[in-house]
């Protein structure tokens, strides 16, 4: 376990994975339990100290996997790897590494929308629909980031989820024990919504909205917990994925996109004052080289660690598992393929492969190419089309609806 476990030591950790601060409006509540309050909250948090010990038995044969599906390398992999690797005698403490669970960490919040704004667009989703969707966060969101998409989604009558992978959490030496309970926990707080209802009596629907291969692959663990649930995937209208769903068995990709995580671009990070000046310029070069090396080695010692990990017999199962969920078994709703020809992490040709092998199982499926964005960075390149595009595909979803 040390080399790979020094791949991510405090040196490089430490700039990447500070805890996000989450502004609570006075309504908001947060909770320890999984009891569904939503009905009277707008905004709804449940933080990191949720209470596992109280999920349900309804997944536990899910939940209970020796190699449990979860959405992304060290939380699907270390299980595995750390098994043949690990000191068993080592005493495993939160005091013993550098970066520790923050109790003020919110990983799956609910944003309500207005019942005056869902009323006024009943012509997108129809008058008799209350509709949430799940927003699946790329690895290292944060919930600020998926709040502009929430609302988005709200200000058309959709109530929204927002569900984030921490990569501290990924890290941390229970080995993805926590991501794949959290997983567990959102997929239960989806079935509540959906088999509680709303106050009005509408008919409940689903839409998920994910990013990424993070995204992609808690939708897939998602979508293996509810198997055998038509009664529930039947009520899921559109799945729209966002730079995801490309080339999973690739090490290059697992490593770019956990590389990406770790190492925040700091060109983005940059104030554009600071980097107009002249007397900065020389530095900020510097900076720029220092970082692309230290991109580039880590770029190789991820890929040659998920060379091994992605060979061993087990994981490779495990894999194939959700992944022949995602390619042969999505429900039959539309889906909607956003994605770049100048995405660095997710190859566009291997999300347009999967586009064709999803038309050959006869889905519908709706594209669009940004060409130049990168990715996952489409909204915030392309404000007006994005919004366009989407909103068109959600009139899509809903008018198959109206027509069964």
């Known amino acids: ?15 990447s994975s500070t805890a996000p601060k989450v502004y609570l409006k006075n309504n908001s509540t947060s909770y320890s339990s999984l009891i569904p309050l939503h009905h009277h909250q707008d905004h709804i948090v449940f933080n990191t100290p949720l209470a596992f010990s109280r999920v349900h038995s309804l997944f536990s044969p899910i939940s209970r996997l020796p190699i449990a599906p979860n959405p992304d390398p060290f939380g699907f992999f270390l299980p595995l790897y750390t098994s043949h690797l690990s000191n068993p005698s080592f005493p495993i403490n939160e005091s013993s590494f550098s970066f520790k669970s923050h109790q003020s960490d919110s990983f799956l919040t609910w944003h309500r929308a207005s019942k005056n704004i869902y009323k006024s667009n009943a ?28 609302e988005w989604y709200n200000s058309r009558g959709i109530h929204a989820i927002t569900f984030v992978v921490d990569v501290k959490e990924l890290l941390w030496f229970d080995l993805g024990e926590r991501v794949e309970k959290r997983i567990t926990s959102l997929a239960e707080e989806i079935i509540s919504w959906v088999s509680d209802g709303e106050e009005d009596g509408r008919e409940m629907s689903l839409l998920f909205h994910i990013f990424s291969n993070t995204g992609w692959f808690v939708y897939g663990h998602i979508l293996d917990t509810l198997q055998g ?18 080339e999973p068995f690739n090490p290059k990709v697992w490593a770019a996109g956990f590389s990406t995580a770790l190492l925040k671009k700091r060109n983005t990070e940059l104030d554009p004052a600071v980097q107009g000046k002249e007397t900065n310029k020389l530095e900020n070069q510097g900076q720029d080289k220092e970082s692309q090396v230290i991109e580039t080695m880590l770029l190789s010692m991820l890929e040659k660690l998920f060379s091994v ?25 539309p889906q909607l393929y956003l994605y770049s020809s100048n995405d660095k992490v997710v190859p566009s040709h291997s999300i347009e492969s999967l586009i064709e092998d ?8 709706l594209t669009h190419n940004f060409v130049s964005s990168p990715h996952v960075d489409h909204y915030r390149t392309f404000p007006d089309t994005y919004s ?15 027509q069964t």
């Open 309 to 333: 990990i992605l060979k061993l017999p087990a994981v490779d199962r495990k894999l194939k598992k959700i992944v022949g969920i995602l390619s042969k078994n999505q429900p039959s709703c």
């Open 1 to 15: 376990m040390e080399a790979p476990t020094r791949i991510f030591s405090r040196q490089l950790i430490s700039k």
């Open 229 to 246: 649930r038509e009664d529930l995937t039947e009520k899921i209208r559109g799945c729209v994925i966002d730079s995801g769903g490309g």
């Open 388 to 402: 366009s595009v989407l909103h068109n595909f959600l009139k899509e979803c809903f008018a198959a609806v109206r």
């Open 123 to 150: 012509g997108i989703v129809g008058k008799d629909s209350a509709v949430t969707v799940v927003l699946l966060g790329w690895l290292g969101a944060k919930q600020r980031h998926l709040k502009k998409y929430a």
């Open 358 to 365: 999803q038309k050959r199982v006869g889905k519908r499926v």
